[in-house]
Each structure stands twice: as structure tokens, then as C-alpha cells.
């Protein structure tokens, strides 16, 4: 049986986030398989760089939902900045036809996030909550 715990070697530790981000104003820019898939691979990437495990990873038409597994000295706050500013300068130029009426200005993501740990319900019924979102809402 695997411990619910990670280890290094100092500290034994289990953390784990349920991120989400909001497009600006809320604007449904979500509704493309391609920029969707895009924002997952990007994700991917980025986390990686940042020794992040992403646990599941989920859309619905006006932001994303991340449930994500780090270190203790993750810099999750520098991690979130350069993946707001990579997804949305990746999406922006690869989509921006495609997006462009429905944006005001040059602004893909909010400011503002959400970023809360997991420990007030079990994981496997956040992991649940994110898979199903979306679901039925999509043309």
C-alpha cells in the first residue's frame, strides 16, 4: 500500500491545491478543443519545470481548474505568475482570431485566483469535482 505521504529528506509532507483561474470578465473563451488542449499540454510543461505534479486538470468555458501536488519549498506564487503569463501569451498568439471578440483588450487571465489545499475534503472527491467540470455544458 502507497503512504499518503511524500518524503524528502528532511520532512515528511502530503500537498496538495486545487487551483483555479478565471479568464477576465469571465468571457467563455473555453469552448475550443484546440485551445483547451493547448492550456493542458502548456500546463504540463510549466509544472514540470517547477517540480509540480498535476494531479487533474479540467475546463469549463470561463476558467480551469488545477489539482496540483508540489514540494514545501515550491514557490507556488511564481509558478501561478509565469503559468498566467505563458498560457496566455501561448494562447493569444497561436488563437487570437478565434478569441479576439470575445476578450476586452489584451487581457486573457484575471488577476485574481483561487488556490486552496485540500485537506477540508478527501482528495478523491476534489479530483472528482474537477473531472466532471464542463461536463454537458459544451456544444
Known amino acids: 500500500m502507497r503512504s499518503v505521504f511524500d518524503k524528502n529528506s528532511h520532512s515528511v509532507y502530503s500537498l496538495n491545491y486545487h487551483f483555479v483561474q478565471c479568464i477576465k470578465y469571465r468571457r467563455k473563451v473555453l469552448d ?5 488542449e493547448e492550456l493542458k499540454t502548456r500546463t504540463y510543461k510549466i509544472a514540470e519545470s517547477y517540480n509540480i505534479q498535476i494531479t487533474c486538470i479540467e ?19 511564481k509558478f501561478i505568475n509565469n503559468w498566467k503569463s505563458a498560457t496566455s501569451k501561448a494562447i493569444r498568439n497561436r488563437y487570437y482570431a478565434r478569441i479576439k471578440d470575445k ?10 485566483y483561487c488556490l486552496i489545499t485540500t485537506g477540508q475534503t478527501t482528495i478523491e472527491q476534489v479530483k472528482k469535482y474537477v473531472e466532471n467540470q464542463g461536463k454537458g455544458k459544451r456544444l
Do not use: M, R
Open 59 to 77: 475546463t469549463d468555458l470561463d476558467h480551469i481548474h488545477i489539482l496540483l501536488k508540489c514540494k514545501p519549498q515550491t514557490n507556488l506564487i
Open 32 to 36: 475550443f478543443p484546440e485551445i483547451i
Open 103 to 112: 476578450l476586452w483588450g489584451d487581457v486573457f487571465w484575471s488577476n485574481s
